[in-house]
């Protein structure tokens, strides 16, 4: 099993370009999510899905757009990228408790 | 609102233990603990749910007072294994897992 994997694992965008963000995993699960992660401040929950077909915004969703395109896929999409968007994104997927995380997309927007 | 974490960093020497704590200022369903290593993605260490269920790695102990909304991770003997950046993330409801996480706790343990 491959777990959750990501793709690309880094990424240089120019400040307006768009993007996606691809995410899919191999173990059943119902739940994904997509994180980003920034210095001193832990990991914040960008947009996630309970279930194949059902979104959910979390705490910082302004600026972003998901597609959960199948039980295995969800993708995160940037539509006009800014600086502040600059991070690394993680994707994750769950079960009935443990959260399993894919290695993590580095972004830089300038 | 973001769990507070403390200590925000701790230094030990290998053998040596350590607490950390997590605190929210809601009634929490449950409470997760997490481990990064430098570069790498976070790794689930163990899960305490409301009511006294707990899931997770056998060498790790931790504590939920549901009173206080608190939660505590006990590392003993610590090695040289155990450095890393260690989170805890607050559901306020079950299903779904949607965690809020704090900003983390930064391990390192010396020889």
């Known amino acids: 099993n491959a777990g959750v994997t990501q793709t690309p694992k880094f990424q240089v965008l120019k400040t307006g370009q768009s993007m996606t963000l691809q995410c899919a995993q191999d173990m059943n699960h119902n739940s994904m999510y997509w994180y980003r992660q920034d210095p001193g401040m832990g990991l914040r929950l960008i947009y996630y899905s309970a279930s194949e077909g059902t979104t959910d915004k979390g705490e910082v969703p302004n600026g972003y757009n998901v597609s959960r395109l199948n039980k295995r896929e969800f993708s995160l999409r940037l539509e006009s990228a800014a600086p502040s968007q600059t991070s690394v994104y993680f994707c994750?997927?769950?079960?009935?408790?443990?959260?399993?995380f894919g290695p993590g997309t580095r972004l830089t927007v300038t | 609102q973001q769990p507070v974490q403390s200590p925000q960093a701790v230094i030990l020497r290998e053998g040596e233990d350590a607490v950390i704590n997590c605190s929210s200022s809601k009634a929490l369903y449950s409470v997760h603990w997490y481990r990064q290593k430098h570069g790498e993605a976070p790794v689930f260490l163990m899960i305490?749910?409301?009511?006294?269920e707990q899931k997770g790695h056998e060498k790790i102990s931790a504590s939920f007072n549901e009173k206080k909304q608190q939660s505590s991770l006990y590392l003993t003997a610590s090695q040289l294994s155990y450095s890393g950046t260690y989170f805890c993330?607050?559901?306020?409801?079950?299903?779904?897992?949607?965690?809020?996480f704090g900003t983390g706790t930064q391990l390192k343990v010396e020889l």
């Open positions: 994750a997927s769950s079960g009935a408790y443990e959260q399993y």
């Open positions: 305490l749910l409301k009511g006294g």
């Open positions: 993330g607050t559901a306020l409801t079950g299903g779904g897992n949607k965690l809020t």
